[in-house]
């Protein structure tokens, strides 16, 4: 895993952090920390509760690595992040939701807001999507 932090000044501090992780690159341009309400494993989903989010869930942001029940879990809630898929999503630029154990799955109804960067064909990948 590698890390680059760029920092850019134009009237106000802006820090952009690009991270190499699965093959992917993640710039993770807003993080909040939320208490861990179980087991978060990296790269998925999270709700507003602190929990991995289930089908309907709306999502607070995606964690990028793992932590243990009641610790302070940072996850990203704007930016370009890699989320673990539960099935295969077509192509890049289609939308995605929270599936079970927050991995994501294709939209089929509804307004996530979610896009991809990437396309994958098989459970257990992961993609980038932009917040």
């Known amino acids: 895993m590698l890390f680059l932090h760029l920092c850019f000044t134009h009237n106000f501090l802006s820090i952009y952090h690009l991270i190499f992780m699965n093959n992917k690159t993640s710039i993770q341009l807003g993080k909040l920390t939320i208490t861990a309400g179980e087991d978060l494993p990296a790269n998925r989903f999270i709700n507003f ?63 996530q807001n979610i896009l991809t960067l990437d396309a994958s064909s098989v459970a257990g990948s992961f993609i980038r999507v932009k917040l």
């Open 49 to 111: 509760r602190g929990f991995l989010c289930q089908s309907g869930d709306k999502v607070l942001g995606i964690t990028t690595r793992a932590y243990k029940t009641g610790s302070l879990a940072s996850v990203v809630s704007h930016g370009i992040v890699p989320v673990e898929t539960s099935g295969v999503i077509t192509s890049a630029g289609s939308e995605v939701r929270p599936s079970t154990n927050g991995r994501a799955e294709f939209a089929t109804t509804g307004f």
